[in-house]
């Protein structure tokens, strides 16, 4: 069955530096896709990244990274330089290619950016 | 510009009582969701649809009804309203594709009192 954990449920870092979020999967499936959103305080959600399963190359958009180790089912958001506007919910989410039709997310961890 | 609009934003209601959420995106997307979101749960997915007239069910469908009139509307229906519904809700939109991410709404927030 498709699951998605984050253990994280707050972290709280200081500006401009850099933050991992961690997030681990399990999954049945040989094709699935890794997607990280952003939820702001207004409750906007946001689609920031994402990283399809054949790909061994780590996805990077901006100042959003990822950290992809398919041996551990695991799928970590990383922020560099941090700014106070990264304050918010990340949420983890899968979709399985072969055979799910719509993402599972995890629970979310929220980041608090300090000055 | 892609949008997802959903409304009410903010609902209150009296338990056993009759709710229906609204959802519009203009986006020509085929998919589309109902979200609830709970602290401690995250999002979860309650019922989905591949286009008009279609329906399909999430991870925590009971007590809720879904319809599809068009490619651009997607509504969500409480008809007996209880408590344990009280909760965020997201619609959403996305393109065929099992790598698409979805395009969300901003929410509506329902109380069930």
């Known amino acids: 069955a498709q699951k998605v954990t984050q253990t994280q449920t707050s972290i709280s870092v200081m500006e401009k530096t850099t933050v991992t979020m961690d997030c681990v999967y399990e999954t049945q499936d040989s094709s699935y896709f890794l997607f990280w959103y952003k939820q702001t305080a207004s409750g906007e959600i946001v689609f920031l990244i994402r990283?399809?399963?054949?790909?061994?190359e780590n996805a990077t958009v901006g100042h959003y990274s990822l950290n992809f180790q398919k041996p551990k089912s695991s799928i970590g958001l990383i922020i560099t330089a941090t700014q106070i506007e990264d304050s918010a919910v990340y949420f983890c989410a899968m979709r399985e290619g072969n055979s799910g039709t719509y993402q599972r997310f995890g629970t979310g961890t929220k980041l608090q950016v300090v000055p | 510009e892609a949008a997802v609009t959903q409304s009410p934003r903010n609902k209150v209601t009296v338990t056993g009582g009759n709710v229906t959420l609204s959802c519009r995106q203009t986006n020509s997307h085929n998919y589309m969701y109902w979200y609830r979101q709970d602290t401690g749960h995250g999002l979860r997915l309650i019922h989905y649809s591949y286009g008009a007239g279609n329906l399909q069910i999430g991870d925590v469908p009971d007590g809720y009804k879904a319809t599809r009139t068009t490619q651009e509307d997607f509504f969500l229906l409480l008809e007996l309203a209880s408590p344990s519904q009280t909760s965020l809700y997201f619609c959403?939109?996305?393109?065929?594709?099992?790598?698409?991410?979805?395009?969300f709404g901003e929410g509506t927030r329902l109380s069930v009192l």
């Open positions: 959403a939109s996305s393109e065929r594709g099992d790598n698409q991410a979805p395009l």
């Open positions: 990283q399809d399963s054949y790909k061994k």
